[in-house]
């Protein structure tokens, strides 16, 4: 079974500058895919940014990019110019791309508390 | 076109009640997933449909709880007999097909709170 910690319950930030959000994961499958929620107040999970494990390139999405380190199972997530806007739940989150009993399953972190301070 | 809708937004019931919990996924969208959150944690998995079938209900937590998907659209979450430990914000998404690359669309919720 695979499994996703999230070490940071909670993490601040001045607008305007960066942060990082941490996420380690466990599993012995080699085809996955892992993904960054963001949860404002509103509960709405809206999906930030995704990175397929084959890929070794970082997936970027405007100011939000994460670092994927396989070997070490690392996923973090960084938010660059941070906006009041990004004050929310951040929950990473993996899938399985093997199919079977896997298929169509995100197995989601605790989830970090980002503010964003003016 | 509208995102996933879920109904009610809240629900209050007593212990022993009998709940249902409805989504409407995005139009089109044939795969649907239920997850469960817990307050301050992540959502957890709890059924995901392939068209009208069931296709991994691995998630639910005991018989109490069971789903239904009749015509391949709307999804009903029903819960009997529920516990105080039932409460919680139950999410409801769905993608355009069951594959781990077809981005799952959450909708806003229904918390349960069960006294």
């Known amino acids: 079974a695979q499994t996703v910690t999230q070490s940071q319950p909670e993490m601040s930030v001045q607008e305007a500058e960066t942060v990082t959000l941490s996420c380690t994961y466990d599993t012995s499958e080699n085809n996955y895919y892992l993904f960054w929620y963001k949860q404002p107040p509103s509960r709405q999970m809206i999906l930030v940014i995704r990175?397929?494990?084959?890929?070794?390139q970082n997936a970027t999405e405007n100011r939000f990019s994460v670092n994927f380190q396989k070997a070490a199972k690392s996923f973090s997530l960084k938010i660059s110019d941070s906006q009041l806007g990004d004050t929310a739940m951040y929950f990473c989150a993996f899938i399985s791309g093997a199919g079977g009993t896997s298929y169509g399953k995100l197995t989601f972190g605790q989830g970090t508390i980002l503010t964003v301070h003016p | 076109g509208a995102g996933v809708s879920q109904t009610p937004s809240n629900k209050v019931t007593e212990k022993g009640k009998y709940v249902e919990l409805r989504c409407d996924p995005i139009?089109?969208?044939?795969?649907l997933y239920w997850y469960r959150q817990s307050l301050g944690q992540g959502p957890e998995f709890l059924i995901y449909f392939q068209g009208t079938g069931a296709a991994d209900d691995s998630g639910l937590p005991n018989d109490r709880f069971f789903a239904v998907r009749p015509e391949g659209s709307v999804s009903t979450l029903k819960i009997q007999r529920t516990e105080r430990g039932d409460s919680a914000v139950y999410l409801c998404a769905s993608s355009l097909g069951q594959g781990a690359t077809d981005t799952q669309y959450f909708g806003p919720g229904t918390r349960l709170t069960v006294l």
């Open positions: 139009s089109g969208h044939t795969a």
């Open positions: 990175q397929e494990a084959y890929k070794q």
